[in-house]
């Protein structure tokens, strides 16, 4: 069996029923709430991240709860493209890493995400609005977090909302946030910031806007073109 096969075999009957094969040349391609459960269930069974994956449509989640793609693996090691599309008017609150993706290691582009509620409510917890991390040589480029309320309730934390910190909340080794813009977002936490709240040395932030108080809030990284 490869993936794919597994997945018919020990998923219920119409949770494969969405286009692609989850490859370069095939990418998996998503247009609703459903399909984007189904690649976590995908990610879930065979453990196995490293997968394409194209929105093809505008996501409503009026009404759903997300799970934050890859949640149940290290990381998200695939290639997200959306298309110039957005999730919207969803809620994620997660016992981990909070965000549309938990952490990112692959490649997230043109995604919007608009009028969501991010929540992590742990001590020293992580929420993003693109990825609550992103680590490795993962890269966030060309998207924007609009009009989305990112909150932590614990104690302390680390938080960044948007593209990682409003995009995300914090980035490590040789990773990349690039072209990417926040607006109108309301970030709450101990230490919030409207790109990436805590970046390390070897990370880059390069041509991003935010019309919030703070680009970053502990900065390691390379920051050009950006304010």
């Known amino acids: 069996y490869d993936g794919l096969d ?11 029923d969405w286009a692609g094969k989850g490859t370069e040349e095939s990418p998996f391609q998503v247009e609703n709430p459903a399909d984007l459960k189904a690649v976590n269930d995908y990610i879930k069974v ?22 934050p793609i890859a949640s149940s ?5 695939g290639h997200y ?12 609150s997660a016992p981990t890493f909070a965000g549309v993706f938990g952490v990112v290691s692959g490649t997230v582009t043109r995604l919007g995400v608009e009028n969501m509620t991010i929540n992590y409510e742990k001590v020293d917890g992580r929420s993003g609005g693109i ?17 989305c309320t990112v909150t932590n309730n614990g104690i302390q934390g680390y938080y960044g909302q948007g593209v990682a910190g409003a995009v995300v909340s914090d980035m490590f080794d040789e990773a990349v946030i690039k ?16 790109i990436c ?16 108080n703070y680009l970053f809030r502990e900065s390691g990284a390379t920051i050009t073109d950006s304010n």
């Open 131 to 147: 990825a609550a991390r992103l680590t490795g040589n993962g890269v966030i480029s060309n998207c924007f977090v609009k009009g």
């Open 81 to 92: 493209d959306g298309g110039g599309h957005v999730i919207r008017n969803g809620k994620i």
């Open 6 to 16: 597994l997945m018919v075999t020990i998923l219920p009957a119409g949770v494969m």
């Open 179 to 194: 072209n990417c813009f926040t607006l109108n977002n309301k970030v709450s936490a101990t230490r919030a910031a409207h």
């Open 46 to 67: 065979t453990k196995d991240s490293k997968i394409y994956v194209k929105q093809v449509g505008d996501i409503d989640m009026q009404g759903v709860s997300l799970t």
């Open 197 to 212: 709240s805590d970046t390390k040395s070897g990370t880059v932030i390069s041509r991003c806007y935010t019309d919030g």
């Open 73 to 77: 693996v290290e990381s998200f090691e």
